[in-house]
């Protein structure tokens, strides 16, 4: 099974800053089979990026993904206050599809 | 458009089976590559997957819950059905159903609780 760690645990940020999340994984994720949600309270996750680097439909370009093997990273170019929720990367290449354990980014 | 929901019981005792019915809308579970899959959610946890299921019928579990879980689909009724047996008050949880892999559309989640 593939362990996917996310750093930090939580992030204090301001709106308009640049947030980088990171989640790594304990071994190699083939084809960077790689995802990456936003929860908010209450609500379902959200599909962000998908492939390590592809935006899902709709998601604004200020969200992007990098990343190949076991270091990934999502990147927050300039906060809004609605960017404010935890996030989650997945794999999708095995079985289990293992998610990380969230990186909640809160307003400073 | 897709949509996906959830629908089960909200309350189970120790020791009883879980059955959790998806039924989507928007594509049809016997397309080539379409799957649809199970997570949960305990309060305030992070996320956890529980199984995939394929439209070849290739089933796919959380090893640490395979001798508990069971997925199945009925594609004449577009429904996805979960079976988890021998609860527990640690498996209570928001219980999600979702299109994809990755997951791309999920359902709105059902809150289970298991109490005595």
């Known amino acids: 099974e593939i362990v996917l760690t996310q750093s930090p645990g939580t992030l204090s940020l301001s709106p308009g800053e640049r947030a980088t999340l990171s989640c790594r994984a304990s071994q190699s994720v083939s084809s960077n089979y790689l995802a990456w949600y936003q929860q908010k309270p209450g609500q379902a996750p959200r599909l962000l990026i998908y492939g390590a680097s592809s935006r899902a439909t709709g998601i604004p370009d200020r969200f992007s993904g990098s990343g190949s093997g076991t270091d990934f990273t999502l990147t927050i170019s300039r906060l809004e206050p609605e960017d404010f929720a935890v996030y989650y990367c997945q794999q999708y290449a095995y079985s289990p599809r293992s998610f990380g354990q969230g990186t909640k980014l809160a307003i400073k | 458009q897709i949509t996906l929901k959830e629908s089960g019981p909200t309350l189970v005792k120790p020791t009883q089976t879980l059955t959790l019915t998806c039924t989507v809308s928007?594509?049809?579970?016997?397309?080539?590559?379409?799957?649809v899959g199970w997570i949960r959610q305990p309060p305030g946890k992070a996320l956890e997957w529980l199984a995939l299921i394929y439209w070849d019928d290739d089933e796919r579990y959380n090893p640490s819950l395979k001798s508990r879980l069971s997925i199945t689909k009925d594609t004449s009724k577009n429904q996805v059905v979960l079976t988890m047996t021998n609860m527990d008050p640690v498996d209570t949880a928001t219980y999600y159903c979702a299109h994809g892999s990755p997951f791309d559309f999920w359902g709105q989640g059902t809150l289970v609780t298991v109490s005595s």
């Open positions: 928007g594509f049809s579970l016997s397309t080539s590559g379409v799957g």
